[in-house]
C-alpha cells in the first residue's frame, strides 16, 4: 500500500529556510515529487527525485533517501509568494500517493 | 489557452442527482487522472486512465463512475450524489512517471 507522513504547518519569516520532511511506505516505489498549492487553486509541480541525493532548482532544492523511504523539500531565501501548501507524492504502481500536505506561512 | 480545462468550475447540487464533470486536455497525454481533496488532506485518487481502452480504480472509486471519451477527454460522474462527496475535484494529465499537469479544479457542494 502506499501511505505518506507530513507535518502540518510552519510559521517562517521572508528570507529564512524551512525544511519540509516526508516518509513513505510505498509499494512499487519509483520516485518522490513535490507539489505546491496556492489556496483554491491548482497543485504546481516542483521537483522529481527517482535517484537518491540532492535536486536543486533554484531556491528550491528536494532529497531523497531510498533506503530510509524519506525525503524532504528545501525553501531557501523565503518569500511571500511562498506561503502555501506543499505536498509530497510518492510515485508507485502506476500512480501518485500525495502527503496530507505541509502549510507554509511565510511574514514580514 | 490553459492546457488542461475543467467544468464546471463550481456546482451546487442536491443528494440524489447525476452530476458529471469534465476534463479536457491539450497536451496530448496518454495519462489523465481524477483526485478529490477534502481541506486538510491531500489528494486523493479516484481513477486513472492511460488510454481510451483503460480505466483503473484509485483508493476511494465507490460512488464515482469514469469515461475516457477520447485521448483527450476524462469525465468524472456521481450517479447519485451525497453530501459526503463535497469537495474539491481535480484532473491531472501527465506523459510519464514525473510531473503531473492539474487542471483548475472544480467545487462540488452536495446539499
Known amino acids: 500500500g502506499q501511505s505518506l507522513e507530513q507535518p502540518s504547518e510552519v510559521t517562517a519569516v521572508e528570507g529564512a529556510i524551512v525544511q519540509i520532511n516526508c516518509t513513505y511506505q510505498t509499494s512499487g516505489f519509483y520516485g518522490l515529487s513535490w507539489y505546491q498549492q496556492h489556496d483554491g487553486g491548482a497543485p504546481t509541480f516542483l521537483s522529481y527525485?527517482?535517484?537518491?541525493g540532492l535536486e536543486e532548482t533554484g531556491r528550491f532544492s528536494s532529497f531523497l533517501s531510498r533506503s530510509d523511504s524519506y525525503g524532504y523539500l528545501l525553501l531557501q531565501e523565503l518569500q511571500m509568494k511562498d506561503s502555501a501548501s506543499y505536498f509530497c507524492?510518492?510515485?508507485?504502481?502506476?500512480?501518485?500517493?500525495f502527503g496530507k500536505g505541509n502549510q507554509v506561512v511565510v511574514i514580514p | 489557452d490553459a492546457d488542461v480545462t475543467q467544468t464546471p468550475r463550481n456546482r451546487i447540487t442536491k443528494t440524489g442527482k447525476r452530476i458529471m464533470l469534465e476534463c479536457s486536455q491539450t497536451?496530448?497525454?496518454?495519462?489523465m487522472y481524477w483526485y478529490r481533496q477534502d481541506p486538510g488532506l491531500g489528494l486523493r485518487l479516484i481513477y486513472y486512465s492511460f488510454d481510451v481502452k483503460d480505466i483503473n480504480k484509485g483508493e476511494i472509486s465507490d460512488g464515482y463512475s469514469v469515461s475516457r471519451q477520447a485521448q483527450a477527454k476524462f469525465s468524472l460522474s456521481l450517479e447519485s450524489a451525497i453530501p459526503n462527496q463535497t469537495a474539491l475535484y481535480f484532473c491531472?494529465?501527465?506523459?510519464?512517471?514525473?510531473?503531473?499537469?492539474f487542471g483548475p479544479g472544480t467545487r462540488l457542494t452536495v446539499l
Open positions: 491531472a494529465t501527465t506523459s510519464g512517471e514525473d510531473e503531473q499537469f
Open positions: 507524492a510518492a510515485q508507485g504502481n502506476n500512480r501518485l500517493a
Open positions: 527525485n527517482a535517484l537518491d
Open positions: 497536451k496530448g497525454h496518454d495519462r
